[in-house]
């Protein structure tokens, strides 16, 4: 006794008590002072414990169940899998007269019955006998969870073959040696075990197909993400990058209250995917101009690019809050659309979040830029823009002639004349106009053209994620 109660979790005294109540049979009994349980009797004091919890039936009924089925935990567990325990007086599948007495009456709105009525989904019979008055329930809280009638009238069409099959199959099983009552309840029964069958592969099969768009909207989380550029080692160190943002942050200390220097030093540190130094300037512009759009849209790319999406949620809100039109509260908040698209691809309707990213970026350069990095950050901005949504925004010659300026200026000026922090700057924005004009010469069919650019951007930085997908765009 004393380990049985160990390993069930409940007390002697409940123990005994089911012994009395009949719940759990007898144990043997060797000694006069020894009792010798099985692992049946755990198996059956962890089924009563379950019944108790997923079904009405009082400890008695529990009892005479378990010993009609001889207390064997297998059937009992197989009873209760096919939701035996579940079932009462309306759940026979062969029709007898409408138990009346203790029926519950639910009312609904008068036009949601005609709808259901004009729907094909429920019969214009006035009362509504208990069937009707349940589907009506069911397709009522349906209604409430958002599932459009549709799908229930789709699906009715599949059920009314469905249903042919299984009464074809049950009269198809003999049963000579039961009379009529018995019929029915063996009937009952197997429409149960059939039910629960369908309800569990019906799940298993919607839980695969939403595995693999889950799966797919992760793939085009990483799709997003390979419009970011992110410098390799050799470039870094090509360029000296660690050593040139240590002087970098040495110039910001020397006059902390630069709102402009510090500006400058958080987009260099975003160019090179340096998000912590990011997140510090951005803090330190935040500390002298709270509502600094800038650093605000500086954060809130730095967290969309590491792709952590609930902090950029946050920043994207407070730049479209302000409706602030600076390319870097743009980009900001598409890639966090985007992201979000993305991320909800398996669980919702994504249409309108894209919609809105094509809105905001139909014209990303309406407000005129204040310097030279707003100018390329604008007219990359422009670039992704069109290669993301060539169609509906379609100004890709435009972004492909921008393109082809910058690149001519950046070609022709050093950094200090650009007015840019750092010379890796200028290289990264080299990549980056280069790598998207050869997206872009691609879609137009000037196929010589991009791989020129594509081969540039190998001869950049060949050991970058942009590098490798150049690469392949050249086969």
């Known amino acids: 006794m004393a380990e049985l109660v160990e390993v069930a979790g409940v007390s002697r005294d409940m123990i005994k008590y089911y012994l009395r109540a009949n719940l759990l049979p007898k144990p043997d009994k060797p000694r006069r002072n020894l009792s010798l349980y099985k692992e049946e009797h755990l198996l059956l004091i962890r089924l009563i414990l379950r019944i108790q919890q997923q079904t009405s039936l009082s400890l008695p009924e529990i009892a005479a169940a378990f010993k009609a089925a001889d207390y064997d935990p297998t059937t009992i567990e197989i009873e209760l899998l096919s939701d035996k325990y579940h079932g009462g007086r309306r759940d026979l599948i062969i029709p007898f007269e409408a138990d009346t007495g203790n029926k519950v009456s639910l009312s609904f709105p008068q036009e949601f019955l005609e709808e259901l009525n004009s729907a094909g989904l429920l019969a214009n019979t006035r009362p509504l006998?208990?069937?009707?008055v349940e589907v009506a329930g069911l397709l009522w809280a349906a209604r409430n969870e958002g599932v459009p009638l549709s799908f229930f009238q789709t699906a009715q069409e599949s059920l009314q073959t469905l249903?042919?099959?299984?009464v074809d199959a049950l009269i198809e099983i003999q049963r000579p040696e039961l009379n009529y009552g018995a019929v029915v309840a063996s009937v009952t029964n197997t429409d149960r075990v059939i039910n629960r069958w369908i309800v569990s592969k019906k799940?298993?099969?919607?839980?695969?197909?939403?595995?693999?768009i889950i799966e797919n909207s992760e793939n085009a989380l990483s799709t997003i993400h390979q419009a970011i550029y992110f410098p390799s080692k050799v470039f870094r160190k090509r360029f000296r990058i660690d050593e040139e943002l240590?002087?970098?942050g040495k110039r910001v200390a020397a006059d902390p209250r630069d709102l402009e220097r510090i500006h400058c030093a958080s987009r260099a540190c975003l160019l090179l995917t340096e998000f912590e130094r990011v997140l510090g300037f951005a803090d330190a512009a935040l500390a002298i101009r709270p509502n600094d759009d800038l650093a605000i849209a500086c954060k809130c790319l730095a967290f969309a690019m590491a792709n952590k999406l609930e902090e950029a949620q946050l920043y994207a809100t407070q730049l479209e809050a302000s409706d602030s039109r600076h390319p870097m509260?743009?980009?900001g908040r598409l890639l966090t659309l985007l992201m979000r698209a993305a991320k909800l691809g398996g669980m919702s309707d994504t249409t309108e979040l894209l919609k809105e990213a094509v809105e905001l970026f139909r014209d990303p350069a309406s407000t005129p830029p204040k310097g030279e990095m707003d100018r390329l950050e604008a007219c990359l901005l422009q670039a992704r823009a069109n290669t993301l949504f060539p169609d509906a925004i379609n100004k890709g010659l435009e972004a492909i002639k921008a393109l082809e300026a910058m690149l001519k200026r950046l070609h022709s000026h050093s950094f200090e004349e650009l007015g840019l922090p750092l010379e890796g700057i200028k290289?990264?924005?080299?990549?980056?106009?280069n790598y998207h004009l050869g997206q872009l010469l691609e879609t137009q069919g000037n196929i010589a053209g991009a791989r020129e650019c594509f081969e540039r951007v190998i001869q950049l930085d060949p050991s970058s994620n942009f590098g490798e997908m150049a690469y392949l765009r050249l086969g």
């Open 427 to 433: 290289a990264v924005y080299q990549v980056c106009a």
């Open 163 to 166: 249903a042919q099959l299984e």
């Open 129 to 132: 006998d208990d069937d009707q």
């Open 203 to 212: 799940t298993s099969l919607a839980r695969e197909m939403f595995q693999r």
């Open 329 to 331: 509260a743009l980009e």
């Open 246 to 248: 240590l002087l970098l």
